[in-house]
């Protein structure tokens, strides 16, 4: 099993920025991919970032938001600047791990852009 831990969420204004992090811990062997989703209320989740030996955005946070992981501490982050409420919603960490390949998810952390 793995563990994902995440944090880093909360309020903020618009305009304002948030760093998410997100600690894988467990029975890691091979993470192939890193990263995060979001889930507005009332609609799907959906593909914010991830990370491989390259990064994917959705368009909808291109240049504003920046992935990043750190191997060495099975951490993956998402630097989100110039938020804005869209950006509302509950984040969650992914991670793709193993032989056959299986996905975890981590519990949600809740980001809310208002003013």
């Known amino acids: 099993q793995v563990q994902l831990v995440e944090s880093g969420g909360g309020l903020v204004q618009p305009g304002g920025s948030l760093r998410l992090s997100c600690a894988a811990s467990?029975?890691?062997?091979?993470?192939?991919?890193m990263g995060w989703y979001r889930q507005a209320p009332g609609k799907q989740r959906e593909l914010v970032a991830t990370?491989?030996?390259?990064?994917n955005y959705a368009d909808s946070v291109k240049g504003r938001f920046t992935i990043s992981r750190d191997n060495a501490k099975n951490t993956v982050y998402l630097q989100m600047n110039s938020l804005k409420p869209d950006d509302t919603a509950v984040y969650y960490c992914?991670?793709?791990?193993?032989?056959?390949?299986?996905?975890?998810w981590g519990q949600g952390t809740q980001v809310t852009v208002s003013s």
């Open positions: 990370i491989t030996s390259s990064t």
């Open positions: 992914y991670v793709l791990s193993g032989d056959p390949p299986h996905p975890y």
């Open positions: 467990g029975s890691i062997f091979s993470i192939i991919v």
